[in-house]
């Protein structure tokens, strides 16, 4: 795990090298952190705050699912305030998994566009 001095409100993250494929795959066959992926993937290396996500989970289930992800090495997180600020580690996962990440958020694509149902 690594904790960058530049930046210390970093919160720790396992270094490139480090970085495991089950853990990844694990962090992104849960549909919510799917999403937060989906969504950082979308803004382009920008950097979210943890409340920019519209999800029908709790508080605290969301910080569970930001600590998998971060974990895993999907994501990098630092405070900001009392704010956690997010962005996707686009590049490190490319550089340890090339096309992985890609891959994965093109098959899903569908599954954040198709229409919700009807409410009855």
């Known amino acids: 795990?690594?904790?960058?001095?530049?930046?210390?409100g970093?919160?720790?993250?396992?270094a490139v090298a480090e970085l495991r494929l089950e853990?990844?795959?694990h962090a992104l066959?849960?549909?919510t952190r799917l999403r937060i992926v989906a969504d950082l993937a979308a803004v382009g290396g920008d950097e979210l705050n943890c409340l920019a996500f519209?999800?029908?989970?709790?508080?605290s289930t969301?910080?569970?699912?930001?600590?998998?992800?971060r974990e895993a090495g999907l994501i990098r997180q630092h405070r900001r305030g009392t704010s956690k600020m997010n962005t996707l580690r686009a590049a490190d996962l490319s550089a340890r998994f090339p096309g992985l990440l890609d891959?994965?958020?093109?098959?899903a694509e569908p599954c954040?566009?198709?229409p919700k149902p009807a409410a009855r």
């Open 1 to 8: 795990m690594t904790n960058d001095q530049d930046c210390p």
């Open 10 to 14: 970093l919160l720790p993250e396992p």
């Open 23 to 25: 853990a990844v795959l």
């Open 29 to 31: 066959a849960d549909p």
């Open 54 to 59: 519209e999800l029908p989970v709790t508080k």
């Open 62 to 69: 969301l910080t569970h699912h930001f600590r998998v992800l």
């Open 103 to 107: 891959a994965v958020l093109a098959a």
């Open 112 to 114: 954040f566009t198709t």
